[in-house]
């Protein structure tokens, strides 16, 4: 097996490892019922945007697809920060709200420990890595589109 095909089968395994992740991820966001306000629908909406690029890229590996999935996943990247920060500042406020007189160490531990898991949005930064590992140096980058 030549080194190219060998590349071509590593891009579709992080492709595919990273449309797992993405779609584990909607399936805990339904099964934890993760939609009760606009914000907690920003998971969801990335997921099937990154999924959709993800299939895009699998069938039709243009230019054009490389870089939108590059664009996309960037935005994954920055909803799962986002996800993280809005994770750690709802524990920090229910930690104020149950106990005022925390100090900052309890207020840290209570951050990194709340109801809202830290590492929860984290997996979308993951998979966004993972599907833009895939497109370094792609060779569909070297040509022009048809």
């Known amino acids: 097996m ?18 797992a992740l ?6 805990e966001l339904w099964l934890t019922e993760h939609a009760e306000s606009f914000v907690q629908l920003i998971p969801h909406v990335l997921c099937v945007l990154g999924l959709a690029a993800i299939l895009v890229m699998l069938l039709r590996p243009r230019r054009i697809t490389v870089l939108c999935l590059r664009v996309l996943m960037l935005l994954v990247a920055a909803g799962a ?5 809005n994770h750690v500042w709802n524990n920090i406020a229910f930690e104020r709200e149950i106990n005022p007189k925390a100090g900052v160490g309890e ?10 898991p830290l590492l929860a949005p984290g997996i979308l930064g993951v998979a966004a890595a993972l599907a833009m590992a895939a497109t370094y140096y792609h060779p569909a980058l070297k040509g022009n589109d048809e």
């Not at 993405?22 to 399936?27: D, E, N, R, S």
């Not at 920060?81 to 920060?85: C, D, E, I, K, P």
Request: no cysteine; aromatic share 8%; hydrophobic share 65%.
């Open 107 to 116: 207020m840290v531990l209570a951050a990194l420990g709340g109801a809202n």
């Open 81 to 85: 920060l986002f996800g993280v920060y």
């Open 22 to 27: 993405l779609t584990g991820t909607l399936l």
């Open 2 to 19: 030549n080194h190219a095909a060998v590349l071509a089968r590593l891009r579709r395994f992080l492709l595919a490892l990273s449309a």
